[in-house]
């Protein structure tokens, strides 16, 4: 059987299935990983952390929901 789906949470899903394998995001994982349903494979294996930019522009107010979102990305934990 082949399956084809290109969204977490279905792959979450079909992991909870017991369909097969899948490489997800820490984030979408969480829960499942810290209620023991799930457990991480191949921990060291995992591919280096990808580095998140910010582009804003230049001499323009930013409305407040931006300015919260940059400051709850800022304060994500650092993983390496």
């Given at each position: 059987m082949q399956l084809c789906i290109n969204d977490g949470e279905g792959l979450v899903e079909a992991l909870k299935l017991g369909i097969g394998l899948c490489r997800l995001s820490d984030m979408i994982m969480q829960?499942?990983?810290?209620s023991g349903k799930r457990v991480e494979l191949l921990s060291s294996?995992?591919?280096?952390?990808?580095?998140?930019?910010i582009v804003c522009p230049?001499?323009?107010?930013?409305?407040q929901r931006v300015l919260v979102a940059i400051d709850a990305l800022a304060?994500?934990?650092?993983r390496g």
């Open positions: 829960a499942e990983l810290a294996s995992r591919p280096e952390p990808m580095p998140i930019h230049f001499g323009r107010l930013l409305p304060e994500l934990p650092q």
